[in-house]
């Protein structure tokens, strides 16, 4: 119940396509789910987040979509550019006492093609 | 402000050695996180503090690995002995709960190598 699934492993776009990658989890608990990039070399950092109380949130070119009933979110990546070639983890957080933990899923691996 | 700093940014140890990975936290964050990351595993959290207490440590693969807080400012991850298998990259992040905001800052991660 604690675990985020995280597909695909690693995902190929084309410049200019748009890149999807899907997270499932079962802890109805969790309030709070962000996608985290990661660059070769460098720590992740935050991307964007949403809550439960949205379906969608759109940052630039990053939205996540957010479906509660299906207990699924997902980082869409519009006009993907080579600069977007990173690892991306989604992750969720749940109460009670505002500890902070992330729960994170495995990762995917994006190349953007020129 | 300088970030999550981590040292050293590379260790390479041999089989039964002690290593020392070394942090410190972003200042006024109240939660410190270990994580290490491999290929096979993905990003695991080690252990986690609040305020420099140590809150879950359950992440901690054996008695090999220990964690300590002295103060706001500074953590150290120890494994000793340390073992082939413990290769990872070993990132410290901290973070500040505001508004039920949980947004973790990462440092540039330790990159241990044991033979």
């Known amino acids: 119940q604690q675990q985020v699934k995280q597909s695909p492993q690693s995902l190929i776009v084309q410049k200019g396509g748009i890149s999807i990658i899907n997270c499932a989890y079962e802890n109805t608990a969790f309030d709070y789910f962000p996608w985290y990039q990661q660059f070769p070399g460098k720590g992740p950092a935050l991307l964007i987040a949403i809550r439960p109380d949205v379906s969608e949130k759109k940052e630039g070119r990053f939205t996540i979509s957010f479906n509660k009933s299906a207990k699924q979110f997902s980082l869409h990546i519009m006009d993907s550019q080579p600069g977007d070639s990173a690892t991306y983890f989604c992750?969720?957080?749940?109460?009670?006492?505002?500890?902070?933990?992330?729960?994170f899923g495995q990762g995917t691996t994006l190349q953007v093609k020129p | 402000d300088a970030g999550v700093i981590q040292s050293p940014r590379h260790e390479v140890t041999e089989m039964g050695q002690e290593v020392t990975l070394r942090c410190k936290p972003i200042?006024?964050?109240?939660?410190l996180f270990w994580y290490r990351q491999t290929m096979m595993r993905g990003l695991e959290l080690l252990i986690y503090?609040?305020?420099?207490?140590?809150?879950?440590d359950s992440g901690m693969p054996e008695d090999r690995f220990s964690a300590k807080m002295p103060n706001a400012s500074f953590s150290t991850l120890k494994i000793q002995p340390s073992e082939p298998r413990d290769s990872a990259v070993y990132f410290c992040a901290s973070s500040l709960i505001s508004g039920g905001v949980y947004e973790q800052y990462f440092g540039p991660g330790t990159r241990l190598t044991v033979t």
């Open positions: 992750a969720a957080s749940k109460p009670p006492r505002n500890t902070g933990k992330l729960i």
């Open positions: 200042s006024g964050h109240d939660y």
């Open positions: 503090f609040n305020n420099n207490v140590p809150i879950d």
